[in-house]
């Protein structure tokens, strides 16, 4: 049994990881009450640390992707990488229903996917000490913006039922990694949040213009097998580069 850590001490990494985790269990799907909630592994707004309302488990799928993306999250901040959060509506077909239901979070392109939103977050250093928000006061105001999202919005309406297939692939940004919007997004921005003295988190997100019904996609993997190769990138659109952790730099150097 593996107990969450706790968000509270406002380190870099933690900040770094907790926006993150805010972003990917923010809203999902609940059959019940209003048909969206907040997944067990988000940070707590209220000032209490993680570890006293959830317990994580090695049973628990959920507490193994939380777990594989955590150190995923921590290796780019190890190598002072941002991170785009790219959130993908897939087709209801049985290889996207395996991505999806995977401990493993993508980080290659989804073909045939729509994307919903994109979100980019960053630690950034500062030559001199800012008057910046508060980390929590960016933890709340990424919660109320995904409180209003488009998603939470479908998963209201339809009471916890759809959209069932939705992805959150892991990359950085940039032209040549981030996936293409059908349209022009919109674009917000957060207030920064200072995370000691002199640096900051950044965060901002890209979304599609809100809709009230829900796009059916066909399925894009009618070709390939569910355990086979994986489908072709989307054009001109590449898969993120392999990044070292600071133990496999520091043992190569020597």
Known sequence: VVVSGSVGSFERPDVFCGVASRIVEGSML???GRGYGEGPHVPSTGGKPLSSRHECSDENNMCKKDENFRKHMLLLWQNSVPVSIEVLLCSNCRVSQQ???SVE??????PGSILLEQWTVSIVQNHQPHHLNTSQGLFLAVRSYLHFSQLSAWYSSTRGQEPKNVLYRITIPGE???SKFSCKPEEHFFPSANVGRMSSVHVSVRSLPRREE???IMCPHASFSIDGASSPSPQGQQSMPPLQSSEASSSSAT
């Open 30 to 32: 609940r059959s019940e």
């Open 99 to 101: 991505k999806v239901r």
């Open 105 to 110: 979070f993508s980080t290659v392109p989804e």
């Open 176 to 178: 040549t990694f981030a």
């Open 214 to 216: 829900i796009p059916r």
